[in-house]
């Protein structure tokens, strides 16, 4: 099969396409013919060695895949061959083949194209699961949720839940086309924040009183200017630091404001922890999958893909990423649905 093939850690630019083997599968796994891949800036990170987990060199690059089930191992029940599925991997998304486990595999609906299906494992899956779970930010009805980093997958992801679920929903994002697509994914109000001070404008949407829930993949000024205008006893996650910058938390504003600060790492309840719990967390996952599925088919999610790329052109595709203007996510795509949208 045709992949990238990582033999040494590295930069993403010197990777290359080249013939390999197809992955093996083992029990209680399925194999997938790729039609659509999830790119992502971890992705860079891994393929270099700086991300927290390093795959065993060589390895096929993502972990993000939708496409067709041709083969199915010992101990599958949920999944048969011919199902159209998305999957999150421990890594191969790059490829024609991918091997995936069925804990980590979900049937997905007729009217889903498979280069949405990749929104969901990832961008849906973490802000359903931080929007939603009671350990986590347990947006209710009639509260304030303001979202950082709008226009990116989880960003809008965000939004379209937030609605969902009943809230009054800010977004932030750093243009006129981030912020025009933020509010056709339902945001309430747009703050540009590189031409407004977010914090003043969030204290005067709410008369002072502030978001009740703050979605952050930001970080670093971003989180420290949240805490200023998150509600008393409101929650905030920090969900990434796409600006590059780590922040430090003032226990102090947690004490005065009764603030809770909350994590996710999404990665420990599909496997990619040092103890693999996937197989414990399926009881959770699986009716998060699920009801993320049903919500599409109401046609109360709408994927944004902002552009697609066949397999030669995976580094267009990471430079689309890397270049910060892409409104959604971007997939590389293959066979059908390769020629499907005309690559």
Known sequence: MRAVLVEEFTEFENLKLTECPEPEMGPKQVRIRTQATGISFALSLMVSGRYQRKPPLPFVPAAEVAGIVTDVAEGCERIKVGDRVCAVLDWGGLGEVAVANEVNTFKIPDGLEFNQAISFTNSYATSAAALTWPHLLRLAAGETLLVHGAAGGVGLAAIEIGKILGATVIATAGSAAKLDAAKEHG????????????????NDLTD????????????????????????????????????????????NILLVKNITVTGLNMGYYIGWSPDDVRYEKAPIIHPLMQQMFDWFEAGKLNPRIWKTYKLEDFQDAMAAVLGRDAIGRVAVVMDEEAKRLGH
Do not use: K, W
């Open 187 to 202: 945001a309430d109000h747009v703050i540009n924040y590189r031409e407004e001070d977010f914090r003043a404008v969030v």
């Open 208 to 251: 002072g009183i502030g978001a009740n829930a703050i979605y952050d993949p930001v970080g670093g000024d971003v989180f420290a200017q949240s805490l200023r205008c998150v509600a008393p006893e409101g929650r905030i996650m920090p969900v990434g630091f796409a600006s590059g910058t780590i922040p430090q938390i003032p226990a």
